[in-house]
């Protein structure tokens, strides 16, 4: 399905006052209840967007080649987001510190080579012997897959010896107001999030680094998502999630170097020094109330996100089909002295100007797994977050949201999980090297 398209006029008059008293929500908006009562588009309000095919641009460069797994950071955090996604959290069940070294090693080689586009391991071993790859891929190009491995808490404790190696960033999550969370689909000792244009590529990268672990690890949960739901560099187009907002506008973006270093990156200083150049990762599955929503009035779902829908320009822009990156102006106010972005808005609370400075990168994923049993998808957004230092950005925004945000009435956090992200391999090396070695 396609919105209307740009020939037709702005819902907001290009005359509508943009001081900051005296500014009608209604002609911000757009959409009244003409626009509900089955008139075109244009005429009537709604919503109108640019280009209605403007986020079909979702990969930067060749979609089907291949990222380099080696380098200062892993591959995965700041490469454009893929379109695909395949989550793995798992336990470990050896106690054994020299397996995890092994593992750590075998997991290494396999990853260095379906990155490149080969099997997960040589093809010309024993008939006897179970094949050293499952076969799926073969043929596919390699997509841009990345796969990024992160560590929980629960791989601190007193199994491998690792306590004091702890990173002070690496806490366990708070419970927030509002969380539904299921155990089987939270925490974990390990995370590798495998991304790609192809989502049998991701599954296959996921399947064999299982495959290989056996013995070693075992799947806790894990997760596919497809439409990526942010830009993390400034060469993609915004894309959208299930709500059909524009999502990742105000990301931190690959091309924000100075920002990525005081935002991104653990500094060795930060208290973990095996951590330089890595960064930690929140994972949150939210489910979202899309049957809800779906009968939610735009006006409403603008006002939640002081966004507009159909271009993603703060509800404070006065053209709303070309400011998507503009500013927000948080003190602008209504004709009834209320403020245009509400206090409850999600953008404002989210926003660094109301959080310390914080910001986040923002690396999430649509799902639709299938129907819940009572005619509801269980469909949502899974978010996946990478930051310096969670108890300055993460933790705070979400108490922030928790607390106040209007989206609370449309979404459930039902998945929650914290991992550190050790920095890039050498080549020679072996993911976890700094920690492990
Ligand atoms: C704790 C952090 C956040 C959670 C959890 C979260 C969930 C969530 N967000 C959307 C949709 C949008 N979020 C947008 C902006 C935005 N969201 C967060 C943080 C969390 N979101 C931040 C830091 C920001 C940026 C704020 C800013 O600086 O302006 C937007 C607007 C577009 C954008 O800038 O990306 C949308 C839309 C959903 C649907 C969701 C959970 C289901
Ligand atoms: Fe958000």
């Not at 009968?295 to 271009?311: H, N, Y």
């Not at 998945?415 to 020679?428: D, F, H």
Request: glycine residues 12%; proline residues 6%.
């Amino acid at each position: 399905m396609e919105a209307s398209t740009e020939s037709e006029a702005p819902a907001v008059p290009a005359d509508a006052p943009t001081e900051k008293r005296g500014f009608s929500r209604r002609r911000l908006l757009g959409a009244g209840a003409a626009g509900l009562a089955g008139l075109g588009a244009a005429a009537a309000g709604g919503y109108v967007v640019a280009d209605a095919r403007s986020g079909a641009k979702n990969e930067v460069g060749d979609a089907a080649g291949s990222v380099p797994f080696h380098g200062t950071h892993q591959a995965g955090i700041t490469t454009p987001a893929q379109d695909r996604l395949h989550f793995v959290s798992f336990d470990i069940t050896t106690e054994n510190r020299a397996d995890l070294v092994d593992l750590m090693r075998e997991w290494t080689k396999a990853a260095e080579r379906m990155t490149a586009g080969d099997p997960a391991g040589d093809l010309g071993g024993l008939v006897e012997a179970p094949p050293a790859d499952t076969g799926e891929a073969l043929g596919l190009p390699p997509s841009q897959l990345t796969l990024t491995i992160g560590f929980g808490p629960s791989m601190f404790d007193k199994r491998f010896g690792l306590t004091s190696r702890r990173p002070p960033a690496l806490v366990d999550l708070p419970s927030f107001p509002g969380d539904d969370l299921e155990e089987a689909r939270s925490g974990g000792d390990i995370a590798i999030q495998a991304c790609a244009h192809d989502p049998q590529v991701a599954v296959h990268a996921v399947r064999n680094l299982a495959r290989i672990g056996f013995g070693a690890v075992a799947v806790r949960w894990s997760q596919l998502g497809f439409g990526r739901t942010s830009s993390t560099s400034r060469d993609q187009a915004t894309p959208r999630n299930l709500f059909g907002f524009k999502d990742g506008t105000a990301n931190l973006k690959a091309e924000d170097a100075k920002l990525l270093q005081e935002q991104l990156w653990a500094d060795g200083a930060d208290g973990a020094p095996w951590m330089a150049n890595g960064s930690y990762l929140v994972a949150r599955r939210m489910r979202m109330h899309i049957e809800t929503w779906d009968r939610t009035s735009l006006d409403e779902q603008q006002v939640i996100f002081g966004r507009f829908k159909g271009s993603g320009a703060p509800t404070t822009s006065p053209d709303q089909s070309t400011a998507e990156f503009d500013e927000f102006e948080f003190d602008t106010v209504t004709g009834a002295s209320e403020p245009v972005i509400a206090e409850n808005a999600h953008t404002r609370l989210a926003h660094p100007d109301f959080n310390n400075g914080a910001r986040l990168l923002r690396r999430g994923y649509n799902f639709v797994d299938g129907s819940d049993g009572l005619g509801r998808l269980d469909a949502g957004l899974f978010f996946l977050a990478y930051q310096r230092d969670p108890r300055k950005q993460f933790i705070p925004i979400q108490q922030n949201l928790a607390r106040s945000d209007a989206m609370n009435e449309y979404v459930k956090h039902v998945g929650s999980a914290i991992y550190a992200v050790p920095p890039g391999v050498t080549k020679g090396g072996y993911w976890g090297d700094t920690l492990l070695r």
